[in-house]
T-cell receptor, first 109, second 115 residues
Framework: EQQVQQSPASLVLQEAENAELQCSFS?????VQWFYQRPGGRLVSLLY???GTKQSGRLTSTTVIKERRSSLHISSSQITDSGTYLC???????????FGTGTRLQVLP | EAAVTQSPRSKVAVTGGKVTLSCHQT?????MYWYRQDTGHGLRLIHY???????EKGDIPDGYKASRPSQENFSLILELASLSQTAVYFC??????????????FGPGTRLLVL
């Protein structure tokens, strides 16, 4: 069973449009993190958001623990935002992080 | 800034051969992890370590061993490489704290091709 589900699997936007990425978990967690990865590249942590709403620049994450879901909102998308966005969580009381399969974002000029 | 390096960055190995992937971090973190990434599977945890000289099995440990000789170094060993182990391998480190909890810092990855 895939413990972390992400949607959509892929997304194509025009530059300046907003994006909404979703993540849901099959079990409860108190550690939710969003990562960004260029094709074949290093993962970079975007936001650590175990609950509530957290913002960093054009990125806003909202995590609702009791509903076992988290979202990542990207406002005013840029071409350089293209890549894969991964959601990750660790089951409560563990440090074993589980990743989703990612949302592949393509931003067109 | 946190720094995690991996070597080699890419490797071609023969089936049945031994492969060692190395990871070095200068973050002074206690926690280190090895993941593999395959198309359609995302990242999957192979082994991890909380402290030097101790390792734990992750979700897919079969066919892999790990070694943590010091806080800074964490190795992944494939004693008998197989075709199915062709993947990109990522190392990460973290240090749970009150502010950032378990934010993980990743290395650049090692691309392994087993022929």
């Amino acid at each position: 069973e895939q413990q972390v589900q992400q949607s959509p699997a892929s997304l194509v936007l025009q530059e300046a449009e907003n994006a909404e990425l979703q993540c849901s978990f099959s079990i409860f967690t108190n550690q939710v993190q969003w990562f960004y990865q260029r094709p074949g590249g290093r993962l970079v942590s975007l936001l650590y958001n175990p609950s509530g709403t957290k913002q960093s620049g054009r990125l806003t994450s909202t995590t609702v623990i009791k509903e076992r879901r988290s979202s990542l909102h990207i406002s005013s998308s840029q071409i350089t935002d293209s890549g894969t966005y991964l959601c990750a969580m660790a089951p409560s009381n563990t440090n074993k992080v589980v990743f989703g399969t990612g949302t592949r974002l393509q931003v067109l000029p | 800034e946190a720094a995690v390096t991996q070597s080699p960055r890419s490797k071609v190995a023969v089936t049945g051969g031994k492969v060692t992937l190395s990871c070095h971090q200068t973050n002074n973190h206690d926690y280190m992890y090895w993941y593999r990434q395959d198309t359609g599977h995302g990242l999957r945890l192979i082994h991890y370590s909380y402290v030097a000289d101790s390792t734990e099995k992750g979700d897919i440990p079969d066919g892999y061993k790990a070694s943590r000789p010091s806080q800074e170094n964490f190795s992944l060993i494939l004693e008998l490489a197989s075709l199915s182990q062709t993947a990109v391998y990522f190392c990460a480190s973290s240090e749970p704290d009150r502010i950032n909890q378990d934010t993980q810092y990743f290395g650049p990855g090692t691309r392994l091709l087993v022929l």
